[in-house]
């Protein structure tokens, strides 16, 4: 969603913050702005639309030494300038990320204090009740403590304030925030790009912690101003690591990433004897092995590597499996309890319906297992054990190696549940795991064979209206990603189906003018599939087949027919995601889509 930066040093902060909005424009957003101090004063830029607007607002001599800058994906109000953050009022500047689900009412009883608001926002209260305590003779930090008290609602907050320029503030509720600590000089952001070539040591505040930076250090207290004792995380990643790299797009760096990211997953994890192990890994061994059934819970591309792993589940450890989308999962009564392995998918670790989710199983008793992408994110520190997929930062909205890299670290969790419940002997699970182990390569040799050939069939495709995708099966939610991959991206209208249930409705969308994707793996469904097949031909489809070579059936009754490495039939959704990843990146570029950062969308849902 939005995105924070900020920063207080010796540097010149403008250029700063404006490199550190350029890192966060990944998370879509409408308008941008920053807020800096100078020679005492406070000093405020915004634009709406891309940060070369706010760019060209920004005189070239100006000097501060610190500030605050926000990119604003709309929530409360239309996207415009004076919507836009910062938001000011009196001697305060604020950006905030999160929801405050009481504004209208604050907002009331300012106005009738006599406070005038100039936008339409929820975060420009917090600007208010904050000056308003200055004016009462607080410093910053308690001016800033006492008006998160009167808050209700979701947020992640930076704040600077005239006559204090050696100070900036910040906290968080539900939505991330990271410190960064330099030699010097000390840095905010709600994710890790912004701050990644200026220093390796970062603090992950937790809900209803405050941070409050000086150019002599940082100090952490809770939301009653008792100090608290904050780890800090030695951050991996490279600056390079969140760069094209080369490529005309991140999405497409992150396709041909997904081999080396696979790899990472699950190096070191598997054992010599077949044994699966995970590092500081805190849940015991007869959790797992005691559980009576498993919930597994994510959001977009995460639930579709979840209703994969519920197969993997459910044959290699013959546990019952449910799969639930988070925010629906909130909603009902769950029936989850102590026998429960609650299982959160996540790539950011922030997702905030997958985080409500996870409480609400704890609170249960469920013992809960995070798979998530971030070192120190929410999601890796609330969960009683966690797995993290070695994938580096994912720019791109659209997901493709964090999918994959999931995909590889669930499959490592259904063998070792397997192989404790005794349902896997050691010979069996040491074949799994080596054809486990051969997939990087086997996705290697895909991306080489497939790069021309979506490149000409989006050719051919690119001004469909419609595509359905098709899949039984493993293959059934590889229809559903590869289907989200091209509505994201494209903005083609596109459905994914259980093969099975086409004449259930789906059929009747069929006629010549309607390209359809059938995943068709050589499995034990290989011949129902083909039967669907001629069903779409016979009225008229055009049908793109993806199979492996052992489908040879397939000649001539596709139109279209590429095959993928073959691989045991369990494991072949990490090869059938590849092509329809560059099927839908090849179509929304000869369709002038702007491929990382699609319209609407944003990388990590922070907010209900």
Known sequence: MCGIVGYIGEKNAVPILLEGLRKLEYRGYDSAGIAFLRDGNLDIRRSAGKLKNLESAIEAEISSKAGIGHTRWAT?????????????????????????ENYAELKAELSN?????????????????????????????????????????????????????????????????????????????????????????????????MAILCRDGVKVTDLYGKSREKNVCRVQWSPAMAEKGGYKHFMLKEIYEQPQSMRDTSLGRIGHSGGVVFEDFSVPDSVLRGARKAALIACGTSWHSCLIAKLWLEELARLPVEVDIASEFRYRNPIVGPDTLFVAVTQSGETADTLAAMREARKLGATAISICNVVGSTAAREADGVIYTHAGPEIGVASTKAFTAQLTALFLLAV???????MLDSERAAFLLGELSAMPGKVEQTLSRMEEDMGRLARMFCKARDFLYLGRGYSYPVALEGALKLKEISYIHAEGYAAGEMKHGPIALIDENMPVVVVAPADDVFEKVASNIEEVRSRGGQVIAFTTNGGRKLEGKADYLYRVPDTVPCLTPMLMAVPLQLLAYRIALLRGSDVDQPRNLAKSVTVE
């Open 76 to 100: 409360h109000g239309r996207p415009c300038e004076a919507n836009a953050h910062p938001h000011r009022c009196g001697r305060v500047a604020v950006v905030h990320n999160g929801i405050i």
């Open 113 to 209: 204090r006599g406070h005038k608001f100039s936008s339409e926002t929820d975060t420009e209260v917090i600007a208010h009740l904050i000056d308003e305590r200055l004016l009462e003779g607080l410093d910053l930090e308690s001016a800033v403590r006492q008006s998160l008290g009167d808050l209700k609602g979701a947020y992640a907050i930076g704040v600077v304030a005239e006559g204090r320029p050696n100070v900036l503030v910040a906290a968080r509720a539900g939505c991330p925030l990271v410190i960064g600590l330099g030699a010097g000089e000390f840095f905010i952001a709600s994710d890790l790009p912004p701050i990644l070539g200026y220093t390796k040591e970062a603090i992950f505040l937790d809900d209803y912690e």
């Open 416 to 422: 070792r549940i397997g192989t404790l419940r005794g």
